[in-house]
Antibody, heavy 118, light 106 residues
């Protein structure tokens, strides 16, 4: 059974970079694609983007090129960097497994709350 | 950019059938997934490719997609089904979520 676990700072200052890591267990990261989805408090889900072991990366254009998603196969981890954050980036951030061929997101981490505040 | 919309809320009595719709331009030409999210939990995939159920998802959950509307149907709704439900489509290589529908079972 694939499991995902997010880790990273829970508080980030405005204008700084939000950095999160997702550790994958129960399966190799060297297959499928791996992505990030966020949910502001009390609101709906928002797609951030995903990257695939084969090298392709796609992100939501609404985030205006602030997003970097990368994979570290040696650690079975992938990461998210979101720069120039504002209070609007405060959210629960979920990492997830993306099967872009089957067009689904089938495994999710438990989520981690990141607050942007000075 | 592509958008899909859902009603904010749906109510159903226990044992009855609940239908949650997801609307978008020519949505029937795209695969739709549905996710169930209970308070404090991560979303759970319950329908993918319009109508397929992952292993372990009860048969009372079903989906369809045609024209501009995808529908999640819950037959014999149980109190435990009360949750937020999100539809998700794809705009090229980006996922697009609906705003979510709160299902109340009472």
């Amino acid at each position: 059974q694939v499991q995902l676990q997010e880790s990273g700072p829970g508080l980030v200052k405005p204008s700084e970079t939000l950095s999160l890591t997702c550790t994958v267990s129960g399966g190799s990261i060297s297959r499928y694609c791996w992505g990030w989805i966020r949910q502001p408090p009390g609101k709906g889900l928002e797609w951030i983007g995903y990257t695939c072991y084969r090298g392709s990366t796609n992100s939501n254009t609404s985030l205006k090129n602030r997003v970097t998603i990368s994979i570290d196969t040696s650690k079975n981890q992938f990461s998210l960097k979101l720069n120039s954050v504002t209070a609007a980036d405060t959210a629960v951030y979920y990492c997830a497994r993306v099967d872009d061929g089957q067009r689904l997101v089938d495994y999710w981490g438990q989520g981690t709350l990141v607050t942007v505040s000075s | 950019s592509y958008e899909v919309t859902q009603p904010p809320s749906v109510s159903v009595s226990p044992g009855q059938t609940a239908s949650i719709i997801c609307s978008g331009d020519n949505l029937g030409d795209r695969y739709v997934s549905w996710y169930q999210q209970k308070p404090g939990q991560s979303p759970l995939l319950i329908i993918f490719q319009d109508r397929k159920r992952p292993s372990g998802i009860p048969e009372r959950f079903s989906g369809s997609n045609s024209g501009n509307t995808a529908t999640l149907t819950i037959s014999g709704t149980q109190v435990m089904d009360e949750a937020d439900f999100y539809c998700q489509a794809w705009d090229s290589s980006t996922g697009v979520f609906g705003g979510g529908t709160k299902l109340t079972v009472l």
